[in-house]
């Protein structure tokens, strides 16, 4: 009877701790339950003698595997042991992943964005005659701006004729008389006094002369070839001002046609001495065209050779090809990769 109790108690002890029960520990139970059964089927009245019964160990293996899918969840927080003889286990750090292996991942997970659309493109409304009109104007006006940036201005001139020099004089001293006096004064001379002004402005031709050298050294000379060009188109649209050409001895002399050689030629000959610019001009035009190609083909190689030296200069001096060789190397350029 002691020994049943006994039993009671331990049955009661284990049912407490069935939430500690690992899978082995029913598998324990479940091998003495099979081996309870063995010998009640050999001797049944030895096991009850005991105190033990079947009954009994069923009931703890139903406990045990009911409780087993019970086990409570590991909390997040993890409490600090106090105690020494517990060894913590270090665990090694993992190796990040390669970059390669996960830009592949990021690539592959990731889809292509479609491209964004582009806006499309806002019709301008046509200009009306007048704003047509004042674009053309502003369009003008930059060009002579331009032009007149480009024309270079020369530098200020001390008055070099006798007139001029009077009229400064007289013009410091009395600003609104100064025409009128320098009139009445100029027309009563002596000529001891115009020795004297014709002395200043001869001085003054001199200091001009050197003054304008040095301005032109300061430019190079294609910078003074392109002041020219702008000259001439400034004088061909009607400036107010009038734009004479820059004399410079490092400018390239132009290239003269097979026509102008022949005028040139036939004005050296003598035979339109005492004859108009315009009148000999007439009578060379009229003969040119009566000559025949193969007397004009002496004039044409003339003017060939010209040609050459031309380019040849304009390249050393200018640094660059003519406009006329510049478009033929274009055009061989594109030709050949054609």
Known sequence: MLFFISCRGAVRRLATEVPTFSTGGVRRLHGLRRVRSAKLAASPGQLLAQGSSPALWNTIARRAYATEGSKPKPRATTRKSTSKTRSTSTKKPKKPASKSKSKKASTTGRKKKAAPKKPARKTRKPLTDKQEEAAKQKKARDEIRKLKENALTLPKQLPSTVWLVLSEELGKSQHKLAGREAKVKYDSLSSQELEHYNGIASQNKVANAARYKEWLKSFSPDQIRIANNARLLLKRRGAAKTY??????????????????????????????????????????????????????????????????????????????TPSMRKSSTSTSSRSSV
């Open 244 to 321: 004479r050409p820059l004399k410079d001895d490092r400018l390239v002399k132009g290239a003269t046609s097979s026509y102008l050689q022949y005028s040139i030629e036939r004005r050296r000959s003598g035979d339109f001495q005492g004859l108009k610019i315009s009148d000999a001009s007439k009578r060379i035009g009229a003969e040119w065209k009566s000559m025949s190609a193969a007397e004009k083909e002496k004039y044409q190689e003339l003017a060939q050779a010209d040609r050459l030296r031309f380019n040849q200069e304009y390249k050393t001096v200018y640094s660059h090809d």
